[in-house]
């Protein structure tokens, strides 16, 4: 449990804002604990670091920064539970959007390109998605999690663990969360997050939405409330997972240090990783497909850079303040320094998070890295690609990255 004295530690280094959310977070957690007493436990023995315990680990990163290969370092441990990309789940519950059209700039960006300050809400619901996650607590998590579809898209490669809850999800196919979407608020809700956050507020139930969304949305939650009953033996297997999983590892592109602040305080065992990669090859990669970048951009590669590296700064900044407050617990990863040398690097990501890596990881890193040159040549690829013009204009606007992500940039 939480102690409210725990609360006055936030105030002193802290804004009004932040000690707003952060006192109703460690009430909406604690409201979680005292209902589940394997969390309470959880939280409490954590803060003594006990080496029974799992460890637990959440990369943060961004699209298109080597994180989905990054991930496979745990996706292929046996005694992890992984799971890629469980935010876009909580979008998705939140907003009523479609999976995977929760696109990273967007969260960050309007389309018209301001800067789209995050509300409160959203920041603690994503902090306490992911607290869920790490304590296993699982029935405070949305169905849209558990039915998501990236359970099945990336389970070749980026997925592959946890083989038999995706045959007893397949086994439920004929239902989904998607088909409850499209039956009843299709034409209410707009797909894509950031195309109206008018109707996304009110699919979310912040405003009233009048008459036609109350019974829409009434019948669509009756229908996800159906698809939770129906799949309730798949949900128990993933329950069983993480409860016997010594490791937990999330990944995602689309949580802020903002949430992570939260997180860190309420798992004091939580180690982060936070995972960048040049702007220049960055941007360059999510030129190939609309998914990849934001709206706002519009396909300029170098208005995508001056977005990322906008979000990256802040993120850098709010990070700096957490390893003061946190020694010892956030790790950088620069990806150029990783395809450089990818199994020394791994050693080092292992020996963070205090787990010996396997031999069979190991393994998996050689094979898949194809030596060295391979590697760092594909990340190097933007020098070939770039005009001079673009690559001044990148320097730019990423100034601050190139300065204080520590690495001899060319
Ligand atoms: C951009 O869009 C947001 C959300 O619609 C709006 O609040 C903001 O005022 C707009 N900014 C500009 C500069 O038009
Ligand atoms: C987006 O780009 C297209 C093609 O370059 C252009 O025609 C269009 O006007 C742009 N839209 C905005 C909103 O800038």
């Known amino acids: 449990m939480i102690h409210p004295s725990k609360v006055y530690g936030v105030i002193r280094v802290?804004?009004?804002?932040?000690?707003?959310?952060?006192?109703?977070?460690?009430?909406?957690l604690s409201r979680l604990t005292s209902s589940d007493r394997r969390n309470e436990i959880t939280i409490r023995e954590a803060a003594t670091e006990d080496p029974n315990l799992p460890k637990m680990v959440l990369i943060v990163t961004y699209q298109r920064c080597g994180s989905s290969f990054f991930g496979e370092l745990f996706d292929e441990n046996i005694d992890s539970f992984y799971v890629y990309e469980p935010v876009d789940s909580y979008y998705v519950a939140k907003y009523s959007t479609v999976e995977g059209l929760n696109t990273p700039t967007d969260i960050s960006t309007y389309w018209n390109g301001s800067v789209r300050i995050q509300p409160v809400d959203e920041i603690e619901g994503v902090a306490a998605h992911l607290n869920d996650l790490f304590t296993c607590?699982?029935?405070?998590?949305?169905?849209?999690?558990?039915?998501?579809?990236?359970?099945?898209?990336?389970?070749?490669?980026?997925?592959?663990?946890?083989?038999?809850?995706?045959?007893?999800?397949?086994?439920?196919?004929?239902?989904?969360?998607?088909?409850?979407?499209?039956?009843h608020v299709s034409t209410l809700c707009p797909p894509n997050l950031g195309q109206d956050w008018q109707s996304h507020a009110i699919c979310a139930g912040l405003v009233d939405g009048g008459h036609v969304y109350k019974?829409?949305?009434?019948?669509?939650?009756?229908?996800?409330?159906?698809?939770?009953?129906s799949i309730k033996r798949c949900i128990e297997i993933s329950r069983r997972n993480c409860m016997a999983s010594k490791l937990r590892v999330m990944k995602s592109v689309r949580t802020?240090?903002?949430?992570?602040?939260?997180?860190?305080?309420?798992?004091?065992?939580?180690?982060?990783?936070?995972?960048?990669?040049?702007?220049?090859?960055v941007v360059l990669s999510r030129m190939r497909q609309p998914s990849f970048r934001g709206t706002a951009s519009n396909g300029s590669l170098t208005e995508e850079a001056k977005f990322f590296c906008r979000d990256v700064a802040r993120e850098l900044k709010l990070r700096k303040k957490l390893e003061k407050q946190y020694p010892g617990r956030i790790m950088e990863v620069i990806y150029e320094k990783f395809v450089q040398d990818p199994l020394d690097y791994s050693k080092k990501v292992y020996d963070h998070i205090g787990v010996p890596l396997p031999d069979y990881i190991e393994e998996f890193i050689q094979k898949n890295t194809r030596g060295k040159t391979d590697s760092v040549a594909k990340s190097l690829k933007w020098q070939s690609k770039l005009t001079y013009g673009n690559v001044l204009k990148i320097k730019e606007y990423c100034q601050y990255f190139y300065e204080n992500f520590q690495h001899e940039w060319t």
């Open 137 to 183: 607590n699982m029935d405070d998590l949305p169905v849209q999690f558990f039915n998501h579809k990236y359970w099945y898209l990336f389970a070749p490669d980026f997925q592959s663990s946890q083989p038999e809850y995706r045959k007893c999800l397949r086994s439920t196919k004929k239902v989904s969360a998607h088909k409850c979407r499209e039956d």
């Open 215 to 229: 019974e829409a949305m009434g019948k669509y939650r009756e229908c996800i409330n159906d698809l939770r009953t």
């Open 14 to 28: 802290a804004s009004t804002v932040v000690f707003i959310f952060t006192v109703s977070f460690l009430l909406h």
């Open 256 to 281: 802020s240090m903002k949430s992570v602040s939260l997180l860190m305080q309420a798992l004091p065992s939580l180690r982060v990783i936070h995972l960048v990669r040049d702007p220049r090859g």
